[in-house]
């Protein structure tokens, strides 16, 4: 396995003992729906908690980790939540997280960790099919989650 892979895979194992400490409990890791991919879905009574994993072994540039998710990863998050959200009939209000971590690449001990709780809001919050109507809200099957925030 590759380099990059095992410290991907570390810092992904990370990132949920670190959800797991703020009482989620881990759904999915690595799930993947086509082409749309999401590192951790973690669940607690009220919310599900969609995760990016930044890992890295340095601050290239003095660019943390979590500032590798640009819009396009935003926005394929955003689609993969939709999709998971709308499969599985989920009822709780959705939330976008980033975990970054940067390790130590000889010993692969983690060095600092960033969690970005609901680090960012969809443009839009649509499922399905449903016009655009300025409203905070995630619609699907004629049913509305959560409400104005």
């Not at 999401?38 to 930044?54: G, H």
């Not at 943390?64 to 009822?91: F, S, T, W």
């Not at 960012?120 to 449903?130: H, L, M, Q």
Request: aromatic share 8%; with cysteine; glycine share 6%.
């Amino acid at each position: 396995m590759a380099e990059h892979n095992i410290v991907g895979n570390i810092g992904e194992e990370i990132a949920c003992q670190m959800m797991r400490k703020k009482g989620f409990r881990i759904a999915e890791t690595n799930w993947r729906f086509g082409h749309l991919e999401m590192d951790i879905i973690a669940i607690n009574r009220r919310k599900i908690v969609f995760v990016e994993v930044k890992t890295r072994t340095s601050t290239f540039g003095n660019k943390r980790a979590e500032e590798y998710v640009d819009e396009l990863k935003k926005r394929r998050m955003v689609a993969a939540a939709n999709a998971y959200i709308k499969m599985n009939q989920i009822e709780q209000v959705p939330r976008f997280d980033i975990i970054g971590l940067i390790m130590n690449p000889l010993t692969h001990e983690i060095i600092e960790s960033t969690h970005l709780e609901d680090a960012f809001d969809p443009a839009v919050r649509t499922i399905g099919k449903s016009t655009f109507s300025g409203e905070d809200r995630w619609h699907h099957r004629r049913k509305t989650i959560g409400g104005k925030r």
